[in-house]
Protein backbone atom coordinates (compact mmCIF):
# COMPACT_ATOMS: atom_id res chain seq x y z
CA UNK A 1 0.00 0.00 0.00
CA UNK A 2 1.29 3.20 -0.62
CA UNK A 3 0.35 5.11 2.48
CA UNK A 4 2.60 2.70 4.54
CA UNK A 5 5.54 2.75 1.90
CA UNK A 6 5.45 6.63 2.38
CA UNK A 7 5.58 6.20 5.90
CA UNK A 8 7.84 3.47 6.42
CA UNK A 9 10.57 5.73 3.86
CA UNK A 10 9.54 9.35 5.37
CA UNK A 11 9.17 8.26 8.98
CA UNK A 12 11.95 7.17 11.33
CA UNK A 13 10.89 4.69 14.28
CA UNK A 14 7.31 5.30 12.96
CA UNK A 15 5.43 3.11 15.41
CA UNK A 16 6.59 5.44 18.00
CA UNK A 17 3.81 8.02 17.56
CA UNK A 18 4.21 9.81 20.84
CA UNK A 19 7.71 10.95 20.64
CA UNK A 20 7.31 14.56 19.33
CA UNK A 21 9.92 14.14 16.14
CA UNK A 22 8.19 11.00 14.98
CA UNK A 23 5.10 13.12 14.84
CA UNK A 24 6.50 16.10 13.23
CA UNK A 25 8.01 13.41 10.57
CA UNK A 26 4.02 12.34 9.84
CA UNK A 27 3.02 16.23 9.93
CA UNK A 28 5.77 17.39 7.24
CA UNK A 29 5.12 14.03 4.95
CA UNK A 30 1.30 15.00 5.04
CA UNK A 31 2.30 18.35 4.19
CA UNK A 32 4.92 17.30 1.45
CA UNK A 33 2.21 15.12 -0.11
CA UNK A 34 -0.68 17.44 0.05
CA UNK A 35 1.35 20.20 -1.76
CA UNK A 36 2.25 18.12 -4.14
CA UNK A 37 -0.69 16.31 -5.19
CA UNK A 38 -2.64 19.97 -5.08
CA UNK A 39 -0.05 21.64 -7.29
CA UNK A 40 -0.64 18.88 -9.74
CA UNK A 41 -4.68 18.59 -9.71
CA UNK A 42 -4.60 22.54 -10.04
CA UNK A 43 -2.38 22.28 -13.23
CA UNK A 44 -4.77 19.81 -14.90
CA UNK A 45 -7.83 21.58 -13.69
CA UNK A 46 -7.27 24.83 -15.02
CA UNK A 47 -6.22 23.57 -18.27
CA UNK A 48 -9.18 21.34 -18.82
CA UNK A 49 -11.21 24.25 -17.42
CA UNK A 50 -9.51 27.37 -19.93
CA UNK A 51 -10.25 24.51 -22.53
CA UNK A 52 -13.57 24.28 -21.78
CA UNK A 53 -14.57 27.73 -20.76
CA UNK A 54 -15.70 26.04 -17.78
CA UNK A 55 -16.13 28.19 -14.30
CA UNK A 56 -16.94 25.21 -12.32
CA UNK A 57 -13.92 23.42 -13.58
CA UNK A 58 -11.78 26.31 -12.78
CA UNK A 59 -13.30 27.14 -9.39
CA UNK A 60 -12.59 23.63 -8.44
CA UNK A 61 -8.69 23.99 -9.77
CA UNK A 62 -8.36 27.23 -7.59
CA UNK A 63 -9.60 25.43 -4.24
CA UNK A 64 -7.17 22.51 -5.34
CA UNK A 65 -4.64 25.63 -5.74
CA UNK A 66 -6.20 27.02 -1.98
CA UNK A 67 -5.31 23.35 -0.67
CA UNK A 68 -1.66 23.67 -1.63
CA UNK A 69 -1.41 26.59 -0.07
CA UNK A 70 -3.20 25.69 3.26
CA UNK A 71 -0.75 22.19 2.97
CA UNK A 72 2.29 24.96 3.39
CA UNK A 73 1.02 26.80 6.26
CA UNK A 74 0.04 23.38 7.50
CA UNK A 75 3.62 22.54 7.09
CA UNK A 76 5.03 25.98 8.57
CA UNK A 77 2.71 25.32 12.12
CA UNK A 78 4.15 21.39 12.36
CA UNK A 79 7.73 22.98 12.18
CA UNK A 80 7.13 25.62 14.53
CA UNK A 81 4.93 23.27 17.03
CA UNK A 82 8.02 21.31 17.02
CA UNK A 83 10.34 24.04 18.92
CA UNK A 84 10.61 22.71 22.57
CA UNK A 85 9.61 24.75 25.80
CA UNK A 86 11.12 27.76 27.03
CA UNK A 87 11.34 30.37 29.23
CA UNK A 88 7.92 32.29 27.92
CA UNK A 89 6.53 28.88 26.97
CA UNK A 90 6.98 26.22 29.56
CA UNK A 91 4.53 24.52 28.11
CA UNK A 92 6.03 24.36 24.31
CA UNK A 93 4.53 25.30 21.08
CA UNK A 94 2.13 23.05 19.97
CA UNK A 95 -0.51 25.08 19.60
CA UNK A 96 0.64 26.33 16.57
CA UNK A 97 -0.30 23.70 14.74
CA UNK A 98 -4.30 25.07 15.65
CA UNK A 99 -3.48 28.50 14.92
CA UNK A 100 -2.12 27.41 11.52
CA UNK A 101 -4.74 25.27 10.68
CA UNK A 102 -7.00 28.36 11.61
CA UNK A 103 -5.58 29.94 8.92
CA UNK A 104 -5.81 27.58 6.17
CA UNK A 105 -9.80 27.97 7.09
CA UNK A 106 -10.22 31.80 6.36
CA UNK A 107 -8.25 31.07 3.36
CA UNK A 108 -10.80 27.98 2.62
CA UNK A 109 -13.47 30.23 3.48
CA UNK A 110 -11.87 33.04 1.13
CA UNK A 111 -11.83 31.01 -1.68
CA UNK A 112 -15.26 29.82 -0.85
CA UNK A 113 -16.69 33.10 -1.27
CA UNK A 114 -14.55 34.19 -4.52
CA UNK A 115 -16.32 31.10 -6.41
CA UNK A 116 -20.08 32.08 -4.91
CA UNK A 117 -19.34 35.75 -6.57
CA UNK A 118 -18.45 34.14 -10.15
CA UNK A 119 -21.14 31.41 -9.94
CA UNK A 120 -23.38 33.50 -9.89
CA UNK A 121 -22.24 35.71 -13.18
CA UNK A 122 -22.19 32.33 -14.66
CA UNK A 123 -25.81 32.35 -13.71
CA UNK A 124 -26.95 35.68 -14.55
CA UNK A 125 -24.74 34.99 -18.12
CA UNK A 126 -24.51 31.86 -19.03
CA UNK A 127 -21.57 30.64 -21.48
CA UNK A 128 -21.49 27.61 -23.57
CA UNK A 129 -19.02 24.56 -22.44
CA UNK A 130 -17.50 22.38 -24.49
CA UNK A 131 -17.42 19.07 -23.96
CA UNK A 132 -14.52 16.73 -24.37
CA UNK A 133 -14.29 13.21 -23.01
CA UNK A 134 -10.42 13.87 -22.27
CA UNK A 135 -11.72 16.26 -20.53
CA UNK A 136 -14.00 14.15 -18.06
CA UNK A 137 -11.28 11.62 -17.87
CA UNK A 138 -8.93 14.06 -16.61
CA UNK A 139 -11.22 15.50 -14.07
CA UNK A 140 -11.84 11.17 -12.77
CA UNK A 141 -8.19 11.59 -12.56
CA UNK A 142 -8.64 13.89 -9.90
CA UNK A 143 -11.33 12.59 -8.28
CA UNK A 144 -8.80 9.16 -7.53
CA UNK A 145 -6.51 11.55 -6.58
CA UNK A 146 -8.15 13.39 -4.09
CA UNK A 147 -9.76 10.30 -2.47
CA UNK A 148 -6.61 8.49 -2.29
CA UNK A 149 -5.53 11.83 0.02
CA UNK A 150 -8.59 11.96 1.89
CA UNK A 151 -7.76 8.35 3.20
CA UNK A 152 -4.14 9.03 3.61
CA UNK A 153 -4.74 12.05 5.69
CA UNK A 154 -7.11 9.91 7.95
CA UNK A 155 -5.18 7.04 8.27
CA UNK A 156 -1.98 9.35 9.36
CA UNK A 157 -4.92 11.63 11.28
CA UNK A 158 -5.82 8.52 13.58
CA UNK A 159 -2.43 6.70 13.94
CA UNK A 160 -1.48 10.47 15.51
CA UNK A 161 -4.58 11.63 16.61
CA UNK A 162 -4.34 15.23 14.96
CA UNK A 163 -7.37 16.85 14.38
CA UNK A 164 -5.76 18.59 11.72
CA UNK A 165 -4.73 16.26 9.19
CA UNK A 166 -8.52 14.73 10.08
CA UNK A 167 -9.84 18.32 9.07
CA UNK A 168 -7.57 17.70 5.99
CA UNK A 169 -8.70 14.32 4.87
CA UNK A 170 -12.51 15.94 5.11
CA UNK A 171 -11.98 18.21 3.02
CA UNK A 172 -10.07 16.59 0.46
CA UNK A 173 -13.09 14.25 0.42
CA UNK A 174 -15.51 17.21 -0.43
CA UNK A 175 -13.36 17.91 -3.00
CA UNK A 176 -14.02 14.89 -4.35
CA UNK A 177 -17.41 15.01 -4.21
CA UNK A 178 -17.47 18.68 -5.55
CA UNK A 179 -15.08 17.36 -8.82
CA UNK A 180 -17.88 14.59 -9.23
CA UNK A 181 -20.80 17.59 -9.03
CA UNK A 182 -18.33 19.40 -11.97
CA UNK A 183 -18.70 16.17 -13.86
CA UNK A 184 -21.81 15.48 -13.69
CA UNK A 185 -22.43 19.30 -15.03
CA UNK A 186 -20.45 18.12 -18.15
CA UNK A 187 -21.92 14.76 -18.54
CA UNK A 188 -25.68 16.29 -18.64
CA UNK A 189 -24.44 19.13 -21.09
CA UNK A 190 -23.06 16.63 -23.38
CA UNK A 191 -25.88 14.55 -23.38
CA UNK A 192 -28.77 16.80 -23.02
CA UNK A 193 -27.23 20.14 -24.07
CA UNK A 194 -28.44 21.24 -20.72
CA UNK A 195 -26.11 24.06 -18.95
CA UNK A 196 -25.64 23.90 -15.44
CA UNK A 197 -22.30 24.90 -14.85
CA UNK A 198 -23.20 27.97 -13.02
CA UNK A 199 -25.54 25.59 -10.65
CA UNK A 200 -23.11 23.18 -10.40
CA UNK A 201 -20.37 25.92 -9.41
CA UNK A 202 -22.36 27.46 -6.64
CA UNK A 203 -23.06 24.17 -5.13
CA UNK A 204 -18.87 23.44 -5.29
CA UNK A 205 -18.74 26.79 -3.88
CA UNK A 206 -20.87 26.09 -0.92
CA UNK A 207 -19.34 22.63 -0.39
CA UNK A 208 -15.83 24.93 -0.25
CA UNK A 209 -17.74 26.93 2.34
CA UNK A 210 -19.04 24.42 4.85
CA UNK A 211 -15.12 22.69 4.57
CA UNK A 212 -13.69 26.03 5.58
CA UNK A 213 -16.14 26.12 8.23
CA UNK A 214 -15.51 22.51 9.59
CA UNK A 215 -12.00 23.33 9.87
CA UNK A 216 -12.62 26.28 11.57
CA UNK A 217 -14.24 25.05 14.11
CA UNK A 218 -12.59 21.85 14.67
CA UNK A 219 -9.18 24.47 15.60
CA UNK A 220 -11.41 27.04 17.94
CA UNK A 221 -12.72 24.33 19.90
CA UNK A 222 -8.67 23.27 21.39
CA UNK A 223 -7.45 26.58 21.48
CA UNK A 224 -10.84 27.98 23.65
CA UNK A 225 -10.63 24.84 25.56
CA UNK A 226 -13.40 22.04 24.96
CA UNK A 227 -14.52 19.16 27.19
CA UNK A 228 -12.06 16.28 27.92
CA UNK A 229 -12.64 13.46 25.45
CA UNK A 230 -14.60 10.92 27.74
CA UNK A 231 -12.07 7.68 26.17
CA UNK A 232 -9.17 9.77 27.05
CA UNK A 233 -11.06 10.58 30.72
CA UNK A 234 -11.77 6.99 31.05
CA UNK A 235 -8.63 5.83 29.95
CA UNK A 236 -6.91 8.69 32.76
CA UNK A 237 -9.62 7.54 35.58
CA UNK A 238 -8.62 3.94 34.79
CA UNK A 239 -5.23 3.93 35.37
CA UNK A 240 -5.53 6.17 38.59
CA UNK A 241 -8.12 3.93 40.15
CA UNK A 242 -5.85 0.42 38.95
CA UNK A 243 -3.60 1.40 42.33
CA UNK A 244 -4.39 -0.79 45.47
CA UNK A 245 -4.75 2.10 48.01
CA UNK A 246 -7.14 4.28 45.40
CA UNK A 247 -10.81 4.43 46.18
CA UNK A 248 -12.29 6.74 43.34
CA UNK A 249 -11.34 9.96 41.28
CA UNK A 250 -13.44 12.59 39.95
CA UNK A 251 -12.96 16.70 38.90
CA UNK A 252 -10.83 15.47 35.85
CA UNK A 253 -9.55 18.78 33.60
CA UNK A 254 -7.51 18.41 30.88
CA UNK A 255 -6.04 21.35 29.29
CA UNK A 256 -4.46 20.71 25.90
CA UNK A 257 -0.86 22.97 24.77
CA UNK A 258 -1.08 20.81 21.58
CA UNK A 259 -1.93 17.36 20.30
CA UNK A 260 0.96 15.91 22.35
CA UNK A 261 1.55 18.18 24.85
CA UNK A 262 -1.67 17.89 27.68
CA UNK A 263 -1.62 18.96 31.53
CA UNK A 264 -4.27 17.12 33.57
CA UNK A 265 -5.83 17.53 36.83
CA UNK A 266 -7.82 15.30 39.45
CA UNK A 267 -9.38 14.17 42.29
CA UNK A 268 -8.48 11.28 44.03
CA UNK A 269 -10.13 9.55 46.69
CA UNK A 270 -8.14 7.73 49.56
CA UNK A 271 -8.72 5.88 52.84
CA UNK A 272 -8.66 8.59 55.56
CA UNK A 273 -7.17 6.12 58.05
CA UNK A 274 -4.31 5.59 55.57
CA UNK A 275 -1.10 7.62 57.14
CA UNK A 276 -0.65 10.69 54.93
CA UNK A 277 3.17 10.33 53.81
CA UNK A 278 2.53 6.81 52.70
CA UNK A 279 -0.59 8.35 50.67
CA UNK A 280 1.03 10.91 49.48
CA UNK A 281 4.20 8.95 48.10
CA UNK A 282 1.60 7.02 46.64
CA UNK A 283 0.06 10.30 44.55
CA UNK A 284 3.61 11.10 43.81
CA UNK A 285 4.01 7.56 41.91
CA UNK A 286 1.06 7.12 40.34
CA UNK A 287 1.57 10.88 38.94
CA UNK A 288 4.66 9.87 37.11
CA UNK A 289 4.11 6.57 35.77
CA UNK A 290 0.84 8.04 34.63
CA UNK A 291 3.13 10.72 32.66
CA UNK A 292 5.82 7.88 31.11
CA UNK A 293 2.84 5.89 29.97
CA UNK A 294 0.40 8.30 28.25
CA UNK A 295 2.37 11.24 28.46
CA UNK A 296 -0.30 13.77 29.99
CA UNK A 297 1.49 15.64 32.80
CA UNK A 298 -1.17 14.80 35.69
CA UNK A 299 -1.08 16.43 39.18
CA UNK A 300 -3.64 14.94 41.97
CA UNK A 301 -5.20 16.52 44.50
CA UNK A 302 -5.45 13.98 47.48
CA UNK A 303 -9.29 13.67 48.83
CA UNK A 304 -9.94 11.34 52.28
CA UNK A 305 -12.91 9.65 52.43
CA UNK A 306 -14.38 7.53 54.82
CA UNK A 307 -13.88 3.37 54.18
CA UNK A 308 -14.72 1.80 57.51
CA UNK A 309 -17.24 4.00 59.64
CA UNK A 310 -20.86 1.98 58.61
CA UNK A 311 -22.52 4.32 59.86
CA UNK A 312 -21.13 6.74 57.36
CA UNK A 313 -21.32 4.38 54.77
CA UNK A 314 -24.81 3.58 55.08
CA UNK A 315 -26.09 7.54 55.06
CA UNK A 316 -23.73 7.53 51.60
CA UNK A 317 -25.94 4.67 50.10
CA UNK A 318 -29.05 5.88 50.50
CA UNK A 319 -27.73 9.14 49.24
CA UNK A 320 -26.76 7.84 46.13
CA UNK A 321 -30.00 6.01 46.24
CA UNK A 322 -32.05 9.15 46.44
CA UNK A 323 -29.98 11.10 43.73
CA UNK A 324 -30.24 8.00 41.58
CA UNK A 325 -34.06 8.17 42.01
CA UNK A 326 -34.06 11.87 41.68
CA UNK A 327 -31.61 12.06 37.91
CA UNK A 328 -29.62 8.86 37.15
CA UNK A 329 -27.23 11.80 34.91
CA UNK A 330 -26.82 13.49 38.26
CA UNK A 331 -23.55 12.33 40.42
CA UNK A 332 -22.07 13.40 43.74
CA UNK A 333 -18.69 13.10 45.55
CA UNK A 334 -17.03 14.85 48.15
CA UNK A 335 -19.01 12.97 50.59
CA UNK A 336 -18.48 13.91 54.45
CA UNK A 337 -20.81 13.60 57.49
CA UNK A 338 -20.62 15.58 60.59
CA UNK A 339 -22.54 13.29 63.20
CA UNK A 340 -24.14 14.83 66.72
CA UNK A 341 -27.20 13.44 68.52
CA UNK A 342 -29.33 16.16 67.42
CA UNK A 343 -28.37 17.02 64.29
CA UNK A 344 -26.43 15.51 60.95
CA UNK A 345 -24.70 16.94 58.34
CA UNK A 346 -24.00 15.40 55.50
CA UNK A 347 -21.51 17.57 53.39
CA UNK A 348 -20.95 17.23 49.71
CA UNK A 349 -20.96 17.59 45.72
CA UNK A 350 -23.53 18.04 43.35
CA UNK A 351 -22.76 17.11 39.85
CA UNK A 352 -25.65 17.80 37.38
CA UNK A 353 -25.70 18.04 33.39
CA UNK A 354 -25.02 21.60 31.21
CA UNK A 355 -28.41 21.80 30.56
CA UNK A 356 -29.79 22.26 33.92
CA UNK A 357 -31.22 25.70 34.09
CA UNK A 358 -30.54 27.93 37.83
CA UNK A 359 -34.19 27.12 38.81
CA UNK A 360 -33.75 22.92 38.08
CA UNK A 361 -30.37 23.56 40.17
CA UNK A 362 -32.73 24.54 43.18
CA UNK A 363 -35.50 22.50 42.56
CA UNK A 364 -32.79 19.52 42.94
CA UNK A 365 -31.42 20.60 45.89
CA UNK A 366 -34.44 21.02 47.74
CA UNK A 367 -35.82 17.84 46.35
CA UNK A 368 -32.23 16.31 48.05
CA UNK A 369 -33.08 17.87 50.92
CA UNK A 370 -36.16 16.95 51.69
CA UNK A 371 -35.74 12.99 51.13
CA UNK A 372 -32.65 12.93 52.67
CA UNK A 373 -34.35 14.30 55.69
CA UNK A 374 -37.73 12.31 55.26
CA UNK A 375 -34.61 9.33 55.78
CA UNK A 376 -33.49 10.71 58.75
CA UNK A 377 -35.25 14.28 59.95
CA UNK A 378 -32.10 15.64 62.15
CA UNK A 379 -30.08 15.54 58.79
CA UNK A 380 -29.62 18.88 56.67
CA UNK A 381 -27.14 19.09 53.56
CA UNK A 382 -24.59 21.20 52.72
CA UNK A 383 -24.80 20.93 48.66
CA UNK A 384 -22.54 22.36 46.13
CA UNK A 385 -23.58 22.20 42.73
CA UNK A 386 -21.18 22.21 39.58
CA UNK A 387 -20.64 20.93 36.34
CA UNK A 388 -18.69 17.67 34.77
CA UNK A 389 -15.86 18.82 32.28
CA UNK A 390 -15.73 15.67 30.48
CA UNK A 391 -17.58 15.73 26.99
CA UNK A 392 -20.69 13.79 26.42
CA UNK A 393 -19.26 12.42 22.82
Not at 94 to 109: K, N, P, Q
Not at 148 to 161: A, C, K, Q, T
Not at 332 to 346: E, Q
Amino acid sequence: MLTEFLVKTFVKNSEETEQEQVRTAYGVLASVVGILCNVFLFGVKLAVGLVLGSIAVMADAFNNLSDAVSSVISFVGVKLAERPADREHPFGHGRYEYISAFIVSFLILEVGISFVKSAWEKIRNPQDITFSIVSLAILCLSVAVKLWLGRFNRVLGERIHSSVMKATAADAMGDAAATSATILCIAIYGIFGWNLDGYVGMLVAFMVLGAGIGVAKDTLEPLLGEAVDPELAKMLQKEVESYEGIVGSHDLIVHSYGPTKRMATIHAEVPNDVDIEKSHELIDRIEYEVFKKTRVFLVIHMDPVETKDQKVLAYRKKLEEIIAGLDEKVSFHDFRMVDGKKHVNLIFDLVVPFEYSEEEKEKLKENVKKRVKDFDSRCDCVILIEHSYVGDR
